[in-house]
């Protein structure tokens, strides 16, 4: 890691200029290990290591780490060798140069009172580190190390706290193969691999403790201040404007009145009266310095305005500098991390990083630490065969794995991909139906992106065994609810045999949005231009209805139409025009055409958090200050997508009321409570084929509140759902004087009979499992429960 050296480093101690000389040399003897396994005559690499070991043996001298004088010096006479031709720096003779790495990186994150009790603890792994390191040249292949020492949990200190890397970032498992030199070694096998001391679990507490605690808190107080004020002087420069314009209409209109004058006195002039001539003279020599006056002060305001603007705009621009960092921050160690993973699993694979000098925010850069680790290691695991395999399918012996960081429109853009088997889009199908996820018919006419959403569901793995690395469905579901939480969205693409692909797109800053704001009833609404997908008019005569939908023909989709103003809650849109102004929001099947009163434009806005004393608002993420100073809010396109999925499904659109009121007093409803969109839809359609009026909620509060607002024949509910679980609800309805008597049945995949009895003991009047439904079970069962459709 690089450090700012041209600051003031006089309040630290030798021993936390130390640690902070160990963090930037451990990491280049990293890199250049890892160059050196691949390339292995990588000159440059072995220079740089060589003056890395040598800085790290003078400093650890300095401070008197006799141990890490010890280890460096090992390790540089190792890399003379290796630059005079007499020692191949091998796979198993590169692990032996990192766990000697990691040894160096623990010591220097060490207090002074730790050092003599943890050398104590560990004198035997050190011992026969230093001694492997020593007779490096001479052991034969391969070369099996100690266990990993356990990293000691060291408190902050000043150095650590002024250490580069991005706040929040949590320590990464690594994974070493067949390291082992005890005299009797635990056998190490893929499916329990080794982690690396300086990167593994056990360092995690420590790697967490390096962070400082309250100093982050402070400076992203600071900083949210700053920002705050420099928005609001950009604010007040942009409130110019408008004054500007009125003195200019002033001079407008001052211009007419002196023309006036002029008039006035020509008309004077022709008289004979000696008096007014003299006076009406006196009153047009009275406005020329009245104009010049005007003219001057009005070109003066203007050079102030613009001043004003660039230093303002320079302020935020400053502000938001002091929070990005280069994206190698985050993501240096995942080489060592692919490689050592890897070898554990009996692969090989190597890490190309491209972009490193983007730069990131550095909350998101922490944010995005956890999924880019879950995707490499799913790329590793998932994706890639061994050696023999890759060859047999004719691919090179090697994989590789590509990450790569841009700025493209304004926003970063990160791409994942590698050259593994991919995914088999049957197979996924296959494991859709096994799990009764959706009914055969319809897995079988589902498209490669709709297949390829059920990755990101929780729980869902293709894999057949659980191992430390992969198989228990965590995963893809993180990823997409990171990148979600972080105003991004997630794309993933494979073809089986060839790779995968993963598309990442975040906003370079989480206190500035790139944003397109619209009007609707009047009001402004803001959506995060990463989450538009177009914006366009479309004619009132390319609209059609089918189903009682509305629709328009784009790009030869049938895409739907909704209201913003309905799914606000903010009245009916008034669609007299002749055209529709239109933005293009979500993706795949829930791609929508949200109808607005009209487009503003663009804007960078100063990201404002709603008082927490509001809650979370529906559809709302956070507000801002438009540049004239009215007050915007940014809609949260997740959520929204939400709100339309369910306005669609209980079939509630505004020009829809009028004409199945009457059908919908006869035909009897029921309320569907599930926080899986698969299941939900599952159930919507079987029940729809019955002639049920279906409507939707997403979780227990959601349909705790739908089912208050509405008269209902049924709920069918699931039981495990955030925020409220499916008991929860059940005992509310049945508690209520109101709703006691409305039939409940419950969905569960819990098929325990302690489940079921907990369940009917709420008041559920029907408990199905889901291991054993099917189309005719949960029909029979609401028709048991409440009869045919119609009343």
């Known amino acids: 890691m690089s450090q700012d050296n041209g600051g003031d480093l006089s309040q630290f101690s030798m021993l936390d200029l130390f640690r902070m000389e160990a963090d930037s040399q451990t990491q280049i003897l990293t890199d250049g290990l890892l160059a050196m396994e691949r390339l292995k005559d990588d000159a440059g690499a072995v220079e740089s290591m060589m003056r890395a070991a040598h800085s790290i043996k003078g400093a650890a001298a300095i401070v008197g780490l006799e141990v890490v004088v010890q280890l460096a010096h090992g390790m540089e006479d190792a890399f003379i060798a290796a630059q005079n031709g007499k020692l191949a720096l091998?796979?198993?003779?590169?692990?032996?140069?990192?766990?000697?790495?990691?040894?160096?990186?623990?010591?220097?994150?060490?207090?002074?009172?730790?050092?003599?009790?943890?050398?104590?603890?560990?004198?035997?792994?050190?011992k026969q580190t230093m001694n492997s390191i020593g007779t490096i040249a001479f052991l034969p292949e391969p070369v099996d190390l100690l266990p990993p020492v356990p990293a000691p949990r060291a408190p902050v200190t000043p150095a650590q706290a002024v250490d580069s890397a991005p706040d929040g970032m949590p320590g990464m498992d690594s994974r070493?193969?067949?390291?082992?030199?005890?005299?009797?070694?635990?056998?190490?096998?893929?499916?329990?691999?080794?982690?690396?001391?300086?990167?593994?679990?056990?360092?995690?507490?420590?790697?967490?403790?390096?962070?400082?605690?309250?100093?982050?808190?402070?400076?992203?107080?600071?900083?949210d201040k700053l920002l705050s004020l420099a928005s609001e002087s950009r604010i007040n420069a942009h409130q110019l404007h408008p004054l500007i314009q009125n003195m200019q209409r002033h001079k407008r209109n001052q211009s007419s009145l002196f023309a006036l004058i002029e008039q006035l006195h020509e008309?004077?002039?022709?008289?004979?009266?000696?008096?007014?001539?003299?006076?009406s003279l006196l009153a047009l020599q009275k406005t020329h310095p009245l104009k010049q006056f005007v003219l001057e002060h009005i070109a003066d305001i203007e050079a102030y305005e613009r001043r004003l603007l660039a230093v303002s705009q320079g302020m935020v621009d400053e502000v938001l500098t002091m929070r990005m960092r280069p994206f190698r921050d985050g993501v240096q160690h995942f080489p060592r991390m692919v490689r050592d993973l890897s070898r554990s699993l009996g692969k090989d694979v190597q890490l190309h990083i491209i972009g490193e000098d983007t730069l990131v925010d550095r909350d998101i850069l922490a944010?995005?630490?956890?999924?880019?680790?879950?995707?490499?290691?799913?790329?590793?695991?998932?994706?890639?065969?061994?050696?023999?395999?890759?060859?047999?399918?004719?691919?090179?012996?090697?994989?590789?794995?590509?990450?790569?960081?841009?700025?493209?429109?304004?926003?970063?853009?990160?791409?994942?991909?590698?050259?593994?088997?991919?995914?088999?889009?049957?197979?996924?199908?296959?494991?859709?139906?096994?799990?009764?996820?959706?009914?055969?018919?319809?897995?079988?006419?589902?498209?490669?992106?709709?297949?390829?959403?059920?990755?990101?569901?929780?729980?869902f793995s293709l894999k057949e065994s659980i191992t430390e690395i992969s198989g228990r469905g965590v995963g893809l579901d993180i990823v997409h609810e990171t990148i979600r939480s972080q105003n991004g969205t997630v794309r993933i693409e494979s073809e089986f045999g060839v790779g995968f692909r993963t598309y990442i797109t975040l906003p370079l800053t989480q206190s500035i949005v790139r944003a397109l704001v619209t009007d609707v009833k009047g009001e402004a609404y803001a959506v995060p231009i990463v989450q538009v997908e177009r914006v366009i008019k479309v004619p009132q005569s390319a609209?059609?209805?089918?189903?009682?939908?509305?629709?328009?023909?784009?790009?030869?989709?049938?895409?739907?139409?909704?209201?913003?103003?309905?799914?606000?809650?903010?009245?009916?849109?008034?669609?007299?025009?002749?055209?529709?102004?239109?933005?293009?929001?979500?993706?795949?099947?829930?791609r929508y055409a949200l109808v607005v009163d009209a487009i503003r434009g663009e804007q960078s806005l100063a990201v404002q958090a709603i008082d927490p004393i509001f809650g979370k608002m529906r559809d709302i993420s956070a507000a801002a200050l438009l540049d004239n100073g009215e007050p915007v809010l940014i809609l949260d396109v997740p959520d929204l997508l939400l709100s339309i999925d369910k306005l669609l499904h209980e079939g509630g659109l505004h020009q829809l009321a009028k004409s199945d009121a009457a059908e919908r007093r006869k035909t009897k409803r029921i309320l569907v409570v599930d926080d899986s969109l698969t299941v939900r839809e599952m159930e919507?359609?079987?029940?729809?084929?019955?002639?049920?009026?279906?409507?939707?909620?997403?979780?227990?509060?959601?349909?705790?509140?739908?089912?208050?607002?509405?008269?209902?024949?049924?709920?069918?509910?699931?039981?495990?759902?955030?925020?409220?679980?499916?008991?929860?609800?059940?005992?509310?309805?049945?508690?209520?004087?109101?709703?006691?008597?409305?039939?409940?049945?419950?969905?569960?995949?819990?098929?325990?009979?302690?489940?079921?009895?907990?369940?009917?003991?709420?008041?559920?009047?029907?408990?199905?499992?889901?291991?054993?439904?099917?189309?005719?079970?949960?029909?029979?069962?609401?028709?048991?429960?409440?009869?045919?459709?119609?009343?």
Do not use: C
């Open 90 to 126: 091998t796979p198993n003779r590169v692990d032996v140069l990192l766990a000697g790495v990691d040894l160096i990186l623990q010591l220097s994150r060490l207090q002074d009172a730790q050092v003599d009790g943890w050398l104590a603890s560990n004198s035997a792994q050190i």
């Open 543 to 590: 609209i059609h209805t089918l189903e009682n939908k509305q629709f328009f023909d784009f790009g030869g989709e049938h895409l739907g139409l909704v209201s913003a103003a309905q799914v606000l809650e903010l009245g009916d849109t008034d669609a007299g025009g002749e055209e529709l102004s239109v933005v293009v929001i979500g993706a795949g099947a829930r």
């Open 684 to 791: 919507r359609k079987l029940l729809q084929t019955r002639g049920f009026l279906v409507d939707i909620a997403i979780d227990g509060i959601d349909g705790w509140n739908v089912v208050r607002s509405g008269e209902y024949d049924l709920v069918i509910t699931d039981v495990d759902m955030p925020r409220m679980d499916g008991i929860e609800l059940v005992t509310l309805i049945k508690k209520d004087i109101h709703l006691h008597k409305v039939p409940v049945m419950i969905v569960s995949y819990k098929d325990r009979p302690e489940d079921r009895a907990r369940g009917l003991s709420a008041g559920a009047d029907y408990y199905l499992t889901k291991g054993s439904f099917h189309d005719e079970t949960l029909l029979d069962a609401v028709t048991d429960l409440i009869g045919d459709a119609h009343r």
């Open 267 to 279: 008309a004077i002039s022709n008289t004979d009266d000696a008096s007014l001539k003299e006076k």
């Open 176 to 223: 070493v193969h067949g390291n082992d030199i005890a005299a009797e070694p635990e056998p190490v096998t893929p499916a329990t691999p080794v982690t690396s001391p300086a990167h593994g679990a056990d360092d995690a507490p420590a790697t967490a403790a390096r962070q400082p605690a309250p100093a982050p808190m402070k400076a992203t107080q600071s900083f």
């Open 367 to 459: 944010k995005i630490e956890s999924p880019l680790n879950h995707m490499l290691r799913n790329a590793i695991d998932h994706g890639m065969d061994s050696a023999a395999e890759r060859i047999a399918a004719g691919k090179p012996g090697t994989g590789t794995i590509t990450l790569e960081a841009k700025h493209r429109a304004g926003m970063l853009s990160i791409e994942i991909s590698d050259d593994g088997k991919g995914v088999n889009l049957e197979k996924i199908r296959a494991r859709v139906i096994e799990r009764k996820m959706a009914p055969a018919q319809m897995a079988a006419s589902m498209s490669q992106a709709e297949l390829m959403e059920f990755l990101f569901l929780p729980a």
